[in-house]
C-alpha cells in the first residue's frame, strides 16, 4: 500500500458521456416502435424527458396529466438485492428531493394516451392511480437492473442494423 500511487485527475475523472443527436434518438425510437419493443413508450419518455431511470420506474397514471401534458415527478423507485435476502423496492424521493412537472410533447402524450386506453381495454384498474405506468411483461416493478440491460441490448440490436447509429453505454 505504501507504493501505491493515487491516480492522476485525468485518470479518476469519470468518462465523457456520449449522447446522440436528434437524428440518433429518431433512429433508434422508429426501430424500437416498428420492431413491437414493448418498452418503446419508455424510450420515448427516456429520451424525450431525460428523465433518470428510477424516476421513470416510479410513474404511476395519477402521476400523468394528459390534459396539460405534464408528468409530475415526486418519487423514483429503489432497487436493493442484499445477498441471500429477496429483492426490495421501494418508491423514495427523487435524488434532488424535489417534486418538479416535466413538460412532454404531444408525440409523447399521444403514446400515454394509446397505452392507457388499450389498458382500460383489458383491465381498466391497470389505467388508473398507483398503477405504474411502467412495469415488466408479468406487471410487477422493473428490476432497475434489467431495464438498463434491455436498453444496452435493444442499443445494440438497433446499432447492428443502422451502423451510423452511435453505441451508447
Excluded at 117 to 131: F, I, N, Y
Excluded at 135 to 141: E, I, K, L, V, W
Amino acid at each position: 500500500a505504501k507504493r501505491a500511487s493515487p491516480p492522476s485527475k485525468l485518470e479518476a475523472a469519470p468518462p465523457e458521456m456520449a449522447t446522440w443527436s436528434a437524428e440518433d434518438a429518431r433512429l433508434f425510437l422508429d426501430w424500437s416502435q416498428s420492431s413491437g419493443d414493448y418498452l418503446w413508450l419508455a424510450w420515448l419518455t427516456l429520451l424525450g424527458t431525460g428523465m433518470r431511470r428510477g424516476e421513470i420506474l416510479g410513474i404511476r397514471w395519477k402521476d400523468l396529466d394528459l390534459e396539460n401534458n405534464v408528468i409530475t415527478i415526486a418519487r423514483a423507485m429503489s432497487y436493493v438485492k442484499e445477498a441471500g435476502k429477496k429483492p426490495i423496492i421501494d418508491f423514495r424521493a427523487t435524488k434532488s428531493g424535489r417534486v418538479r412537472n416535466v413538460d412532454i410533447d404531444v408525440r409523447l402524450a399521444g403514446a400515454f394516451r394509446a397505452k392507457r386506453d388499450m389498458l382500460r381495454a383489458v383491465s381498466p384498474e391497470l389505467a388508473r392511480g398507483e398503477h405504474l405506468i411502467f412495469c415488466n411483461r408479468y406487471g410487477q416493478p422493473h428490476n432497475p437492473t434489467q431495464f438498463s440491460r434491455q436498453w444496452r441490448e435493444r442499443v445494440l440490436k438497433a446499432c447492428a442494423l443502422h451502423p451510423d447509429l452511435d453505441e451508447l453505454h
